[in-house]
C-alpha cells in the first residue's frame, strides 16, 4: 500500500499528515515560524524557515507513523494564500514575503481599485483586490523598494516556495494563482491586462500548473533532508482553503466549510464561477479541474480570542476560557464584539476598521467578553452567508473544517447564528489532508475526486441550530450589521 504525504504551510507553522488511502491518519508533525513585523501594519516571513520548519514537520509525521519512507507514494502540498515571494535567477528570495496579514498597501489597492474600476476588475480576476494580496503587494513594493522587484526574476506563492525546494520547478498553479488578483479566474490563465494596467512586469509570473497536476520528483537533497525516497512525485498542491474544502468533502455546491484559524473562511463550491457584483465575496479555483468555490474572509477570528488570551487572561488555556463562555448565555447579555483587530475583508473590504466591545456594563465579566468573541467571529462569518444566499440558494449544511469552529461552544454557536446544522470532519488537519489527497490523485491512487471523497472522508453527527438562541441571535445580528457604518467615521479618526 502506498501512503500520502501532505504538507500545509500555514501563517504560524508547518504542519506534516501521513495518511493512507482510506483517510486513516498515521502520523502528524508540526514546527512553528514567526510573523515579523519590522513596522506597524506590516507581516513579513523568511521562507526559509517554511522549508525548516516543513523538514521538521515531515520528520516528526513519519517518525510518529513509524513506516518506511519508500512507502510514501506521492506528496502533496498546501499553503497559506496571497503571500508575495520573489525569486532570483536562481531561486533564491530577492527579500522576506509580504504575507497575507500585512496592511503597508492600503494606499495603493485603493488607487488600482479606483484605476480598473470595481466592474472591471470583476471581470478581469473576479476578485476585488485586498491589502496583502499578491499584487497589492508588488504595487507597494514599485513605490518604495525597487531594488527587489528589480533583482526577481518570478513571483511565488508561500508553498511554491516549499515545493521548489523538493523539486526545482518554478511554478505556482491556479488555486494559489487565484489569490494573487493578477489571474483570470474563469479562464484559468493570467490576466495580462491588469498587469498592463497596473504596470507590473509580465516576467514575473511563472507557468500555472492545475493542483492534481505531477510537478516533479523529489530531488536528492531534499529527500535526504526529509528522510524520504529520491523520485518520489510531488503534485502541483493547493492554497489551503482550496485543499481544506478538499479534505472535508466539498467538491459540488449545498455544503459550505467554516473554518476558524487566525482568519476566519465560511467557503462553498461552485460548479462554474459566480461572481458578487460588488465583489464583497472571493471567487477562486478549486483544487479540482474545472471547479470553483465561493468564500468570504473575515481577518481575526482565532485571532481575536488569541489576542484576549495573550492581553488578558494569559493565566488561562483556550478550554478553560471556553468552558468559562459555554456558562453565558446566547447574546453575552447584550455584549457584542466586532472582530476587526486587523482592518477587515468581506463585505467591508476596510483596512482602517477597528475592533469593539460594544455593550459593556458592570455586570460584563471575562466570560461575556470571551463568549461576545465567538458570537462576534461567527456574526462576521454570516456576513458571507447572507451574500451568498443573495446571490443562488446558499449551502443546506455547514462542515466545521478545524480549529475553533470544530469545538464547543463555538461549533452550538455557529449553527445558531448561521442556522444550520454544522457537521466536523473526522480527523484533524483537514487542510494537509486535503493536500495528501491531492497527492493520491495526482498519482493515480484515486481515480476522481468522487473516489477520494467516499475513500477518505467522514463526519461526525451534525450539531443543529437551537431555535431560542438563532431567534436571539437574529435580533442581535440586526444590530451588528448597524455597527460597523455607524463606527466607520470614528474608525477613520482613530486611523490618523
Given at each position: 500500500?502506498?501512503?500520502?504525504?501532505?504538507?500545509?504551510?500555514?501563517?504560524?507553522?508547518?504542519?506534516?499528515?501521513?495518511?493512507?488511502?482510506?483517510?486513516?491518519?498515521?502520523?502528524?508533525?508540526?514546527?512553528?515560524?514567526?510573523?515579523?513585523?519590522?513596522?506597524?501594519?506590516?507581516?513579513?516571513?523568511?521562507?526559509?524557515?517554511?522549508?525548516?520548519?516543513?523538514?521538521?514537520?515531515?520528520?516528526?509525521?513519519?517518525?510518529?507513523?513509524?513506516?518506511?519512507?519508500?512507502?510514501?507514494?506521492?506528496?502533496?502540498?498546501?499553503?497559506?494564500?496571497?503571500?508575495?515571494?520573489?525569486?532570483?535567477?536562481?531561486?533564491?528570495?530577492?527579500?522576506?514575503?509580504?504575507?497575507?496579514?500585512?496592511?503597508?498597501?492600503?494606499?495603493?489597492?485603493?488607487?488600482?481599485?479606483?484605476?480598473?474600476?470595481?466592474?472591471?476588475?470583476?471581470?478581469?480576476?473576479?476578485?476585488?483586490?485586498?491589502?496583502?494580496?499578491?499584487?497589492?503587494?508588488?504595487?507597494?513594493?514599485?513605490?518604495?523598494?525597487?531594488?527587489?522587484?528589480?533583482?526577481?526574476?518570478?513571483?511565488?506563492?508561500?508553498?511554491?516556495?516549499?515545493?521548489?525546494?523538493?523539486?526545482?520547478?518554478?511554478?505556482?498553479?491556479?488555486?494559489?494563482?487565484?489569490?494573487?488578483?493578477?489571474?483570470?479566474?474563469?479562464?484559468?490563465?493570467?490576466?495580462?491586462?491588469?498587469?498592463?494596467?497596473?504596470?507590473?512586469?509580465?516576467?514575473?509570473?511563472?507557468?500555472?500548473?492545475?493542483?492534481?497536476?505531477?510537478?516533479?520528483?523529489?530531488?536528492?537533497?531534499?529527500?535526504?533532508?526529509?528522510?524520504?525516497?529520491?523520485?518520489?512525485?510531488?503534485?502541483?498542491?493547493?492554497?489551503?482553503?482550496?485543499?481544506?474544502?478538499?479534505?472535508?468533502?466539498?467538491?459540488?455546491?449545498?455544503?459550505?466549510?467554516?473554518?476558524?484559524?487566525?482568519?476566519?473562511?465560511?467557503?462553498?463550491?461552485?460548479?462554474?464561477?459566480?461572481?458578487?457584483?460588488?465583489?464583497?465575496?472571493?471567487?477562486?479555483?478549486?483544487?479540482?479541474?474545472?471547479?470553483?468555490?465561493?468564500?468570504?474572509?473575515?481577518?481575526?477570528?482565532?485571532?481575536?480570542?488569541?489576542?484576549?488570551?495573550?492581553?488578558?487572561?494569559?493565566a488561562m488555556s483556550f478550554d478553560e476560557l471556553a468552558q468559562e463562555a459555554a456558562a453565558v448565555p446566547a447574546g453575552a447579555e447584550?455584549?457584542?464584539?466586532?472582530?476587526?483587530?486587523?482592518?477587515?475583508?468581506?463585505?467591508?473590504?476596510?483596512?482602517?476598521?477597528?475592533?469593539?466591545?460594544?455593550?459593556?456594563?458592570?455586570?460584563?465579566?471575562?466570560?461575556?467578553?470571551?463568549?461576545?468573541?465567538?458570537?462576534?467571529?461567527?456574526?462576521?462569518?454570516?456576513?458571507?452567508?447572507?451574500?451568498?444566499?443573495?446571490?443562488?440558494?446558499?449551502?443546506?449544511?455547514?462542515?466545521?473544517?478545524?480549529?475553533?469552529?470544530?469545538?464547543?461552544p463555538w461549533q452550538g454557536i455557529l449553527a445558531s447564528v448561521l442556522g444550520l446544522p454544522v457537521m466536523s470532519a473526522v480527523g484533524?488537519?483537514?487542510?494537509?489532508?486535503?493536500?495528501?489527497?491531492?497527492?493520491?490523485?495526482?498519482?493515480?491512487?484515486?481515480?476522481?475526486?468522487?473516489?477520494?471523497?467516499?475513500?477518505?472522508?467522514?463526519?461526525?453527527?451534525?450539531?443543529?441550530?437551537?431555535?431560542?438562541?438563532?431567534?436571539?441571535?437574529?435580533?442581535?445580528?440586526?444590530?451588528?450589521?448597524?455597527?460597523?457604518?455607524?463606527?466607520?467615521?470614528?474608525?477613520?479618526?482613530?486611523g490618523r
Amino acid at each position: 500500500m502506498g501512503y500520502l504525504l501532505g504538507i500545509d504551510i500555514g501563517t504560524s507553522r508547518a504542519k506534516a499528515v501521513l495518511v493512507d488511502p482510506d483517510g486513516a491518519l498515521l502520523g502528524v508533525g508540526a514546527a512553528d515560524y514567526p510573523i515579523d513585523q519590522p513596522h506597524a501594519g506590516w507581516a513579513e516571513q523568511d521562507p526559509e524557515a517554511w522549508w525548516q520548519a516543513a523538514v521538521q514537520a515531515v520528520r516528526a509525521a513519519l517518525a510518529q507513523a513509524g513506516r518506511a519512507s519508500a512507502e510514501v507514494a506521492g506528496i502533496g502540498l498546501a499553503g497559506q494564500m496571497h503571500g508575495a515571494v520573489l525569486l532570483d535567477a536562481r531561486g533564491t528570495p530577492t527579500r522576506p514575503a509580504i504575507i497575507w496579514p500585512d496592511q503597508r498597501s492600503s494606499a495603493q489597492v485603493r488607487e488600482a481599485i479606483r484605476a480598473v474600476g470595481l466592474g472591471r476588475l470583476g471581470r478581469l480576476a473576479g476578485n476585488r483586490l485586498a491589502a496583502g494580496f499578491a499584487a497589492a503587494s508588488l504595487l507597494w513594493l514599485l513605490s518604495y523598494e525597487p531594488e527587489p522587484l528589480a533583482a526577481a526574476d518570478k513571483l511565488v506563492l508561500p508553498k511554491d516556495y516549499v515545493r521548489l525546494k523538493l523539486t526545482g520547478r518554478v511554478a505556482t498553479e491556479v488555486s494559489d494563482a487565484s489569490g494573487t488578483l493578477l489571474f483570470d479566474v474563469a479562464r484559468r490563465r493570467w490576466a495580462d491586462e491588469l498587469l498592463a494596467e497596473w504596470k507590473l512586469p509580465h516576467w514575473l509570473l511563472p507557468e500555472v500548473l492545475e493542483p492534481t497536476d505531477v510537478a516533479g520528483e523529489l530531488r536528492p537533497e531534499a529527500a535526504d533532508a526529509l528522510g524520504l525516497a529520491a523520485g518520489t512525485p510531488v503534485a502541483a498542491g493547493g492554497a489551503d482553503q482550496a485543499c481544506q474544502a478538499l479534505g472535508s468533502g466539498l467538491l459540488d455546491p449545498g455544503l459550505a466549510s467554516c473554518t476558524i484559524g487566525t482568519g476566519g473562511q465560511l467557503l462553498s463550491p461552485l460548479a462554474a464561477p459566480l461572481y458578487d457584483p460588488h465583489l464583497r465575496l472571493h471567487t477562486f479555483c478549486h483544487a479540482l479541474p474545472g471547479r470553483w468555490y465561493s468564500m468570504g474572509a473575515t481577518l481575526a477570528a482565532g485571532l481575536s480570542l488569541g489576542w484576549f488570551r495573550e492581553r488578558l487572561a494569559p493565566a488561562m488555556s483556550f478550554d478553560e476560557l471556553a468552558q468559562e463562555a459555554a456558562a453565558v448565555p446566547a447574546g453575552a447579555e447584550g455584549l457584542l464584539f466586532l472582530p476587526y483587530l486587523v482592518g477587515e475583508r468581506t463585505p467591508h473590504f476596510d483596512a482602517e476598521a477597528r475592533g469593539a466591545f460594544v455593550g459593556l456594563t458592570l455586570q460584563h465579566g471575562r466570560a461575556h467578553m470571551v463568549r461576545a468573541i465567538m458570537e462576534g467571529v461567527a456574526f462576521a462569518l454570516r456576513d458571507s452567508l447572507e451574500i451568498m444566499r443573495a446571490l443562488g440558494p446558499g449551502p443546506a449544511q455547514v462542515v466545521s473544517a478545524g480549529g475553533g469552529g470544530s469545538k464547543q461552544p463555538w461549533q452550538g454557536i455557529l449553527a445558531s447564528v448561521l442556522g444550520l446544522p454544522v457537521m466536523s470532519a473526522v480527523g484533524a488537519e483537514r487542510t494537509a489532508v486535503g493536500a495528501a489527497l491531492l497527492a493520491g490523485l495526482a498519482t493515480g491512487i484515486y481515480a476522481n475526486p468522487a473516489e477520494a471523497r467516499a475513500r477518505a472522508v467522514r463526519y461526525e453527527p451534525a450539531v443543529e441550530p437551537q431555535p431560542a438562541d438563532a431567534a436571539r441571535y437574529d435580533e442581535l445580528y440586526a444590530f451588528y450589521r448597524e455597527l460597523y457604518p455607524a463606527l466607520k467615521p470614528g474608525f477613520e479618526v482613530l486611523g490618523r
